[in-house]
Every structure is written in C-alpha cells, then in structure tokens.
C-alpha cells in the first residue's frame, strides 16, 4: 500500500519533509528563499513551518 492511502504513512513523509527542508535551510538560506512562490514555493514552507 502506498503512502497515499495509509494515514500515518502520509504523516511520517509529510514531516520528514519538513525536518528536511528546515535542515537544508539551515545550512543554504539562499536555496529555498530565492523560491518563495510557484510549485518550489511548497519547500520554503514546510521550512518555515519547521523553525517555528
């Protein structure tokens, strides 16, 4: 079963995401911040999310 369909597979994928935008946000503030908007926008807010 893929992790679309399980719930608490979704959740893990969904916050190892997070984890590892604000990780590389951490070490190149530049790679996600020149991407605020658009479909790459999506990282820069999970890394948001993470540091708060």
């Known amino acids: 079963m893929s992790a679309l369909f399980n719930f608490q597979s979704l959740l893990a994928v969904i916050l190892l995401l997070i984890c590892a935008c604000t990780y ?9 911040d020149k991407n605020k908007t658009g479909l790459l926008g ?8 993470g540091e708060n």
Not at 24 to 32: D, E, K
Not at 42 to 49: E, P, V
Request: hydrophobic share 65%.
């Open 24 to 32: 590389v946000r951490g070490f190149a503030p530049t790679l996600l």
């Open 42 to 49: 999506i990282f820069w807010k999970m890394a948001r999310i």
